[in-house]
């Protein structure tokens, strides 16, 4: 099993920067990549950021390519969003997640919010 923990959300004006945090726990061993998602109220749930663990290339969404960047570090079992230039749009509930391979993600955390005031 695996426990991840988010942390870092809050409340930011716009053109503002945060970093999430996502620390994993347990069979971590297994992770092939973690990715962030998204989701804000009324909308489902959105692909944000990805990184393979092996050899940290990333994806980023268009909607936040240039702005937020995706990390790792492997002695902490923690990965890092770290959201620059902020909108309002970026308001939403953020989740890390873990995919044992190459298939879909299994593991999530409980989710950070991060609201944008315009």
């Known amino acids: 099993q695996v426990q991840l923990v988010e942390s870092g959300g809050g409340l930011v004006q716009a053109g503002g920067s945060l970093r999430l945090s996502c620390a994993a726990s347990g069979r971590t061993f297994s992770t092939y990549r973690m990715g962030w998602f998204r989701q804000a109220p009324g909308k489902e749930r959105e692909f944000v950021a990805s990184i393979k663990w092996s050899d940290s290339i990333t994806y980023y969404a268009n909607s936040v390519k240039g702005r937020f960047t995706i990390s790792r570090d492997n002695a902490k079992n923690t990965v890092y969003l770290q959201m620059n230039s902020l909108k309002p749009e970026d308001t939403a509930v953020y989740y890390c997640?873990?995919?044992?391979?190459?298939?879909?993600?299994?593991?999530w955390g409980q989710g950070t919010q991060v609201t944008v005031s315009s």
């Open positions: 997640a873990i995919a044992p391979g190459t298939g879909a993600y299994e593991y």
